[in-house]
């Protein structure tokens, strides 16, 4: 009986530490995948052969579409394009909220959202946008000032 019940738990002692493996592969690989996201807008974004239009389709999530709104955003696309626009990629660093200095986020009001998957685009230490990212598309890259000095991401 001893040696039915060794050669048991050696049998499926490998299973339970292979359940938990598995478990924080998906825990990570699930936090990677915001920044996933992000790096693959920015990129698609600094392609400047892809259309804004079909960049907004593909990356954005819009909830109430009109077409003020589309407009608007298309804009704001084609403001962050021309602040990437010919700089050199290698020196694009996107950072998570949690990267983030204490100074950097005191001024941001998350109402909410998940700060896992709030992103901060860099190029040369300068902010160039703010992402959020939702499941595998871009909730939103507008993050505004609301007063009192706070700001906060808007979706769309």
């Given at each position: 009986m001893k040696r039915f019940l060794l050669y048991f738990l050696l049998f499926t002692s490998p299973l339970f530490t292979f359940a938990q493996y598995e478990h924080d592969d998906?825990?990570?690989?699930?936090?990677?995948?915001?920044?996933?996201?992000a790096?693959?807008?920015?990129?698609?974004?600094?392609n400047t052969e892809i259309p804004l239009d079909?960049?907004?389709?593909?990356?954005?999530?819009?909830?109430?579409?009109?077409?003020?709104l589309y407009d608007y955003l298309e804009v704001s696309l084609e403001e962050i394009r021309l602040n990437l626009t010919y700089k050199n990629f290698d020196q694009i660093?996107?950072?998570?909220?949690n990267e983030l200095s204490r100074k950097e986020v005191r001024d941001i009001d998350p109402e909410g959202l998940n700060v896992n998957n709030m992103y901060f685009i860099y190029y040369q230490g300068r902010l160039v946008t703010s992402i959020y990212v939702e499941g595998d598309k871009i909730g939103s890259f507008t993050l505004?000032?609301?007063?009192?000095d706070m700001a906060h991401f808007v979706t769309y």
């Open positions: 998906q825990h990570q690989s699930s936090s990677a995948n915001g920044m996933d996201v790096w693959d807008f920015i990129a698609d974004l600094n079909v960049i907004l389709s593909q990356w954005v999530i819009v909830t109430e579409p009109s077409d003020e660093e996107i950072k998570s909220y505004v000032s609301k007063g009192d």
